[in-house]
């Protein structure tokens, strides 16, 4: 590649107008529908508060050294993941365009997510039943709701919808990034502390905070409960998946790293928690603890909402949850976006245009409202939420657990455990020591090699589940071949 080129890249790069921009972006996708599906209900099954105390341990030795490392690649290289990559090893675009199909799968459905939410704020503050298999169904009547819901091809409407908000934020770039994230964030904030309050405030408050938090000490023996803490701070931290490369690609020369990392992961954990903490408390004042994950938060909870003002309680709970879910879904689509900028020269309005229209083909499967036979033979299944439950599987617990190994191996081994250094203390808001460099080249990867041999040992223990053998081979087979072709494509950077 010319000098010339680069020099034309350099100066055509856009860059964040604050730098409280950068931060408000990056906390925007930390902070997305992980903190609300996935981690209060981890806490609560994997030992509760003891548990915080791991994720917490892991996150300082594993998960922000990982988020460091990604903002240095970023701001360092001024490219996506891909061609940052590059410039390290050329094998390293290979690993890029590897994550960002993973990223292109996890964008995929996360925006159906995003899209149930906005289906149940919309009916949650009509009142209006949904009519389908269980018969008319409001958002309180569960499960009979959800099932309605995922058996009726409103979920696509709401991807429609979710897709044009987030086509229109992307179209604008960092502008459109930075003005949405500064307004959407506090607002989120309002809406969970008020929720926290409201929860503690009522008769059964204790009973969900012991639901939530009692300490199982035995798990503390539990090899899964730190491999899953590993895991879940990478999904949480938007880690390994090219999101905070894109982000940190912006940044201004010699732009603030250290503190950036340490903050946004900090404040992360501090909206999961308290996130944890008013939807157990309220859960619990309904009656309805227990289950996980999707369930909890589209059946259990809502169908506790047969309370006074639980129509605007629900209403606000799934708006914010639409919040969460959109300002985290445009770093996704901005880590992709910027790479086919960078790697073609397309203009961003052309990049945006075409991406988000493949990413929400890409979800319409995740969609589908069709009840067929389970080919592993689990009776009949809507597949949309069917090939949702598989593809999260594999995209969270091993895509992006590996990306980060790899990812962690070429910036500390073959770049440099010192260069990361330097470039974070070079305008760090405070300096790390000399022996950091060895949290980076070693402690850190060493604890991902770890969690991802529990994560494999797991996958094969778990025979007769969804984690049957055609299901990975499926995920890694596109992961391979697209990356493989995207690599070869050829660019101009
Ligand atoms: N951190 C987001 C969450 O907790 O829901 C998920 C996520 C967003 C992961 C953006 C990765 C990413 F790039």
């Avoid at 000098?3 to 350099?10: A, G, N, R």
């Avoid at 930075?178 to 502390?193: A, D, N, T």
């Avoid at 080919?375 to 593809?391: H, N, S």
Wanted: proline share 5%; aromatic share 16%; with cysteine.
């Amino acid at each position: 590649m010319g000098e010339e080129t680069s020099v034309e890249l350099e100066v055509a790069r856009e860059t964040w107008v604050t730098r409280m921009g950068f931060v408000f972006a990056v906390w925007g996708s930390m902070t997305g529908l992980g903190n609300v599906w996935n981690w209060p209900f981890k806490v609560s099954v994997l030992g509760g508060g003891p548990f915080v105390l791991i994720y917490l341990i892991m996150l300082l030795l594993v998960g922000i050294p990982v988020v460091l490392t990604e903002f240095v690649l970023g701001s360092t290289f001024r490219r996506g993941f891909p061609g940052a990559l590059k410039r390290i090893h050329p094998l390293g675009e290979f690993l890029g365009w590897f994550c960002l199909v993973n990223t292109a799968i996890l964008t995929a459905f996360y925006t159906v997510l995003i899209g149930y939410a906005a289906v149940y704020a919309g009916y949650a503050i009509t009142g209006l039943p949904l009519d389908g298999v269980m018969g008319p169904s409001t958002f309180t009547d569960q499960p009979g709701f959800f099932v309605n819901m995922l058996m009726s091809p409103i979920v696509l409407v709401g991807l429609i919808v979710v897709w044009l908000v987030v086509f229109i934020i992307d179209y604008f770039g960092t502008r459109g990034i930075e003005r949405s994230v500064m307004i959407l964030f506090p607002l989120m904030w309002i809406i969970i502390i008020f929720m926290a309050f409201w929860g503690l405030a009522q008769p059964n408050a204790y009973q969900g905070l012991d639901f939530y938090l009692n300490p199982d000490v035995e798990q503390f023996l539990n090899p899964n409960m730190w491999s899953t803490a590993v895991s879940l701070s990478f999904f949480k931290l938007s880690a390994g998946m090219g999101a905070l490369t894109a982000y940190a690609s912006y940044l201004p020369r010699r732009g603030e790293l250290t503190n950036s990392a340490v903050t946004t992961s900090l404040l992360d954990t501090t909206f999961a928690f308290t996130a944890g903490m008013a939807v157990f408390t309220i859960a619990a004042t309904a009656g309805f603890l227990g289950g996980g994950g999707v369930g909890f938060a589209f059946v259990a909870w809502p169908g506790g909402m047969v309370i006074p003002g639980g129509n605007i309680l629900g209403f606000v709970f799934f708006l914010m949850m639409v919040f969460l879910g959109v300002t985290s879904a445009i770093s996704l689509v901005e880590a992709i976006v910027t790479a086919v900028m960078d790697k073609f020269g397309w203009p961003r309005s052309k990049a945006v245009i075409v991406i988000t229209l493949i990413l929400f083909l890409g979800g319409v499967p995740f969609t589908l409202w069709m009840e067929l036979p389970d080919p592993m033979g689990a009776g009949d299944v809507v597949w949309g939420l069917y090939l949702l439950d598989i593809f999260d599987y594999y995209v969270e617990n091993f895509g992006l657990v590996l990306v980060t190994l790899f990812m962690m191996i070429i910036m500390a081994w073959v770049w440099g455990g010192a260069k990361i250094l330097d470039a974070a203390n070079e305008a760090g808001d405070f300096k790390l020591p000399s022996w950091y460099k060895w949290v980076v080249k070693v402690i850190s990867p060493v604890g991902i090699i770890i969690a991802l041999a529990f994560i494999i040992i797991n996958g094969f223990y778990a025979v007769g589940s969804i984690m049957e053998f055609t299901a990975p081979l499926i995920w890694i087979a596109i992961c391979i071949v697209f990356a493989a072709i995207l690599w070869r494509m050829k660019g101009v950077d």
